[in-house]
């Protein structure tokens, strides 16, 4: 033990004889797994084997939030053939090497252990976490379209069964403390300062015993269990994304294999998985969305910025209460102001059924969503709006916009920033229309918002780099993705998307099938068929998106006249009950009939690929036009932005990949 | 002495117990009050010296109920809460104690207030299941357990209505209501009497639902926007009220359902300051409390308690009922409020209040001009603030200068306050 390490420190209680490692990656707030890292692992494993007098091993981290966040990504996504087996290689070396010390071991765990971190964990005999909010655990692999390849693919499984274990390696969820004990992948929650303590009582149990699972580690019922897990896997995924139906091969054959045979397979899979774009653009995408969440206007230092602390919403609809919500819940006393009060309490109504709902999937405790209740407060008065930050979601008309901005600026404090929600109404014209039009900025968030990662934020040629700054840390404080669009019709998600629904929807009036114009979506990739999704948004509302790009590009846009047929009879989508599709009690039944009325030919462009192309196209060429443009700053951002704000099918890598 | 100003005010809306405001708890009220209040005043909570709220029928699950209320509507950890009970004065308990801290140098700005959900009275088990619930709880054996279970009897599962006892007097036995008779007995009060005083206050409060829109601040809740008083009646009449059975006592009496407050749910919260905390937070006063005084009664004719109350207020303000351009006395029972006016003014009445002689007569026309707690209805804890909000509003509306609110307590006590507007 006299060699000195980069990554981790060792020293032995002599007392008690019991050996602690302590992982401690220099000049970072996280420990991850690089090469340097495992090979002083196994080092220190190896020199630990020959301490004949230990009676134990207790692994922990020094880092406050974090115990190990995995694999060295950066490095991992260069890697190929042998290195990669290499590296595959040196870290199931790594967790065997933990598994075989001839004493107990224990991970005492306070804060973030995925990927290579719980593959180390899952090593030990043990496992006790702390109960602090950091604490998460899973092996999220299979979401960057690789797979568990240190071992947990065959570890997992045999520790709480491959019932237990498949959607977690699936889906690459990761679970809280408590429910990382109800899944028995924990053995203990204590508080974090008992961890310590708490960890040498669990040496005191020895050895783990493993569980054998008979019932179900036998051939007849991994068989049964892996034709269930990939019925359900082919209808999620529509067979687009490998790692996951591959994992399920792996896993399941692992509980039947030996440990070798079993970790060989990892390696063989992985290597498999790495090499295809799929995991590429995965990886990339996720970088991508990480460096967003980072990222920073150029010489301005975050810290010195004067932090947003609470926000009024102006509009209680579905988009203002969406974002009060999301507000609430992120913790920012939020103000929900409308003119109107039934809109006002419908709209105070949709919060607090968000809420419900959070509450009934246990997002939050009943404290933690009555706190979030408590911190929206709604008024229809004239009231002082002293705020840090006012969103505007109010209706879109550009004259209405500009008579509550000049009310706002007026009411607001002369450091108040003010932001429009407008889906694609001009915002340096509202800005200009205000006294100080360096603090109005578009936050642009999508619908439903709990669910949409992204925001556009949208700076105009007068905003200023403080307001920019603010609002895009105030954006990230919130957790969702920021993309900084220039004012431009539609900004970039709906000038891109909307086109490729309307043209869906012309294909239809000329004659095509509507369930295969969706399903030619559904197979591209998309969440969602674009007729469904016009239904989602409402036929006017995509109309009305639609007029605004047609005037501002008539070169190349149209207004779809043969849409107004359906426009006029109220055929508008779901919140009519009938759009392409009938819908009851919000779900969809069956086509339209009255629908097919409108259809005026009977024009078919061809098979659901063919269909599919045509419509890509219009979504590639667009998003094209808007880099070229200086809309977005990047091809990367325009991805992003794409996958994130549309669902375009992710494993593409975007419409410019 | 300073000078200690109301600087604003708002209420929820009152509802009739199991209506609209039924679902939620005092706490759910008091936050939808203070919101309200800190919203519409822009007022950073930081600022707030201390919280004191008045509840009377405190919730089990919100001990110190007033500390709920603060911290559930944003009010930093760092100021205190208090939470006070002078039964149905506990609404002015609350300002008269933000009073006393400002002259003691305290602090300078208060949140004070009531709320009470009647609604949410709870049930109680009687003694006799308690002790045997405790036993079951300490069983560790089956036999003990069965033991413990098969003690119970049927009466062991008929609860205890935690509104009744609570609307009981302990000391003379008496329900409020029975309280109300006696004095319509002593003070030769007709069923007659009564009726028409209800009507006449339900007429009142249907005429001024305008007017007393700018006390309210609207309550959001299941999809609709709570902004009136659901208490008021359109087709009250004196025939009508003429129908109702007497409540208290069937044979002879004269108390009834029309003619008694109404159990209701609200909430109402106040800023009170000197005036230098008024101009640095920028709020404009609605008036001063000018002064006030608790006094203490017979509990058996506890709605009496307005008469010396208003004697003893009169005394420290240096003041006349002749000076009131308009008085608030709580509407807890048509009974007690007649009582209490022929009290103050009628030779007999008077020294059977325990007045040494008449102290002057209250215009019928100032008196409770918008309706009172008949119509309006009485959420216990919050009335004694809801009368200082609505006079002081009501004066500046008519451009008048002063208001005499009281109430009269459960228990045997009356509160009266000296008001002074501020125009």
């Keep these: 033990m006299t060699s000195t390490y980069q990554n981790l420190e060792v020293f032995i209680d002599q007392q008690q004889n019991i050996a602690h490692l302590v992982f401690d990656r220099p000049d970072s707030s996280a420990n991850i797994f ?29 880092k406050p939030n974090i115990f190990i966040a995995g694999a060295d990504l950066h490095t991992l996504s260069q890697l190929e053939g042998d290195e990669m087996t290499h590296i595959l290689k040196l870290g199931q070396k790594m967790a065997d090497a933990i598994a075989h010390l001839p004493f107990p071991k224990v991970a005492a765990i306070n804060g973030a252990c995925v990927g290579g971190g ?68 924990t053995d203990d929650v204590v508080p974090k300062e008992h961890l310590l303590n708490h960890a040498k009582n669990y040496l005191q149990h020895g050895f783990r015993t493993m569980p054998t699972f008979p019932t179900l580690h036998n051939p007849l019922s991994v068989n049964f269990i892996k034709k269930q897990a990939k019925k359900s896997l082919l209808s999620k995924t529509r067979g687009l994304y490998p790692a996951p139906l591959v994992a399920l091969e792996v896993a399941c054959s692992g509980v039947l294999a030996s440990h070798e045979e079993s970790l060989a397979n990892e390696r063989r ?107 929206l407060s709604a008024t229809t008065a004239d009231v002082p709006l002293a705020k840090d930050l006012i969103i505007e979601a109010a209706v879109e008309n550009l004259e209405i916009k500009k008579k509550i901005f000049a009310t706002l600026a007026e009411r607001a404090r002369p450091d108040t920033i003010l932001a429009t929600n407008t889906s694609a109404l001009p915002i340096t014209e509202i800005a200009l229309s205000t006294p100080n039009p360096e603090r109005v900025i578009g936050i642009h968030f999508f619908n439903p918002v709990p669910r949409m990662p992204l925001v ?68 591209f990739g998309m969440p969602m068929g674009p007729l469904r999704l016009l239904d989602e948004v409402g036929l006017d509302v ?13 070169d190349r846009m149209h207004v779809p006249t043969m849409l107004q047929g359906m426009i006029d009879s109220g055929d508008l989508g779901k919140k009519a009950g009938k759009g392409f599709y009938l819908y009851e009690k919000g779900k969809s039944t069956t086509i339209n009939p009255a629908a097919l009325q409108y259809q005026t030919d009977s024009i078919q462009i061809g098979s659901r690929s063919t269909i599919a192309k045509h419509l890509n196209n219009l979504m590639k060429d667009e998003t094209e036009r808007c880099v070229n443009e200086g809309i977005v700053q990047s091809k990367d951002d325009a991805n992003l932005a794409m996958i994130l704000g549309t669902g375009y099918a992710p494993f593409s890598g975007g419409p410019l990949d | 002495m300073k000078d200690v100003y109301i600087l604003a005010g708002t209420r929820t809306p009152f509802s009739r117990m199991g209506s609209d405001l039924a679902h939620l708890s005092a706490s759910d009220l008091g936050r939808e009050a203070t919101s309200s209040l800190l919203t519409q005043t822009g007022l950073d909570p930081a600022a707030i010296d201390e919280v004191i709220m008045g509840c009377v029928c405190q919730p089990a699950d919100t001990a110190n109920i007033a500390r709920v209320i603060a911290l559930r509507s944003g009010i930093p950890q760092h100021v205190p809460a208090v939470t006070v009970h002078r039964n149905c004065a506990s609404g002015f308990e609350a300002i008269t104690t933000a009073y006393e801290r400002i002259q003691a140098n305290r602090g300078n700005l208060y949140l004070v207030g009531g709320a009470e959900s009647m609604s949410n009275a709870p049930l109680l088990y009687n003694k006799s299941a308690t002790r045997k619930y405790a036993k079951l709880g300490r069983a560790r054996t089956l036999t003990q357990r069965l033991q413990a279970l098969t003690s119970f009897r049927p009466k062991d599962f008929s609860p205890i209505i935690g509104l009744k006892v609570g609307l009981t007097d302990p000391v003379s036995g008496l329900n ?19 009726d028409a005083f209800a009507a006449e206050s339900q ?50 009496g004269v108390v009834t359902a029309g003619n008694s407050s109404q159990i209701t749910d609200g909430a109402v919260t106040l800023l009170v300051g000197t005036l230098e905390a008024a101009e640095q937070h920028g709020l404009k006063p609605l008036g001063r409390l000018i002064d006030y005084a608790h006094t203490g009664c017979d509990p058996k004719r506890m709605g009496l308690g307005p008469v010396k109350a208003i004697a003893a207020a009169n005394h420290r ?13 709580n509407e807890a029972f048509a009974a007690q409020v007649l009582a209490c006016t022929r009290a103050l003014s009628t030779e007999g009445y008077a020294q059977q209040a325990g007045l040494d002689s008449p102290i002057g007569q209250i215009d019928q026309t100032t008196l409770n001009q918008l309706g009172g707690s008949i119509a309006l209805g009485h959420p216990v804890g919050a009335t004694g603030a809801r009368l200082t909000l609505s006079a002081l509003y009501q004066l500046q509306t008519r451009q008048q200068k002063r208001a005499l609110v009281s109430a009269c307590v459960g228990g045997g006590q009356g509160t009266a306050l000296w008001l002074e507007s501020t125009l």
């Excluded at chain 1, 899952?122 to 240190?150: F, H, M, Q, Y």
């Excluded at chain 1, 995509?542 to 008539?554: I, Y």
Aim: charge should be neutral; hydrophobic fraction near 45%; proline fraction near 4%.
């Design chain 1, 118 to 185: 719980l593959e180390l964990a899952l090593a030990c005999d043990w496992r006790i976490t702390s109960d602090s909010s950091a604490v998460k655990l899973g092996l999220p692999e299979t979401k960057l379209g690789i797979l568990p390849g240190w071992g947990g693919s065959t570890r997992l499984p045999r520790l709480i069964g491959l019932p237990n274990a498949l959607p977690l390696i699936l889906t690459g969820k990761l679970l809280n403390a408590k429910s990382a004990l109800r899944k028995d992948l």
């Design chain 1, 269 to 375: 899979e992985f290597l498999k998985l790495s090499s295809d774009p799929v995991a590429k653009n995965l990886i990339k995408l996720f970088f991508l969305g990480e460096a967003a969440k980072k990222a920073k206007v150029a010489d301005i230092n975050p810290k010195s910025l004067e932090p947003i602390t609470d926000a009024a919403v102006i509009g209680a609809g579905v988009m203002g209460a969406g974002i009060a919500y999301w507000l609430t819940t992120r913790g920012y006393p939020t103000l929900l102001k409308d003119l109107n009060p039934d809109a006002l309490a419908s709209g105070v109504h949709h919060v607090r059924n968000l809420y419900r709902s959070a509450q009934k999937k246990r997002v939050f405790t009943a404290e933690k969503a009555q706190h979030g209740r408590d911190l």
């Design chain 2, 176 to 194: 409020m209501g029975e309280t109300a008779e006696v004095l319509a007995r002593e003070f030769d009060l007709t069923r007659e009497d009564l």
């Design chain 2, 317 to 329: 303000a240096q003041l006349s009922l002749a000076d009131a351009d308009l008085v608030e006395i």
């Design chain 1, 542 to 554: 995509g109309m009305h998106v639609a007029q605004t790009l047609a005037e501002a590009f008539p």
């Design chain 1, 456 to 523: 556009e934020i949208v700076r105009t040629e007068v905003t200023s780099e403080d307001t920019l700054a603010r609002t895009l840390q105030f954006v990230q404080k919130i957790g969702k993705t920021p993309i900084v669009v220039k004012d431009s019709p539609g900004f970039l998600v709906n000038r891109v998307l909307v086109p490729y629904l309307i043209e869906a929807a012309v294909l239809f009036i000329k004659g095509e099938d509507p369930e295969q114009i969706d399903r030619a979506m559904l197979d």
């Design chain 1, 34 to 62: 690089d090469q340097q890292t495992l090979e002083e692992t196994l080092e220190v494993c190896q020199a630990l084997a020959a301490m004949r007098s230990l009676k134990g091993l207790i692994i922990s981290s020094a």
């Design chain 2, 203 to 252: 007429r009142k409060a249907l005429a001024s639902q305008e007017e007393r829109a700018q006390e309210i601040s609207a309550v959001y809740t299941k999809s609709k926007s709570i902004a009136t008083d659901n208490g008021v009646r359109a087709d009250s009449t004196i025939e009508k009220l003429a129908t109702l059975k007497p409540v208290f006592d069937r044979n002879t």
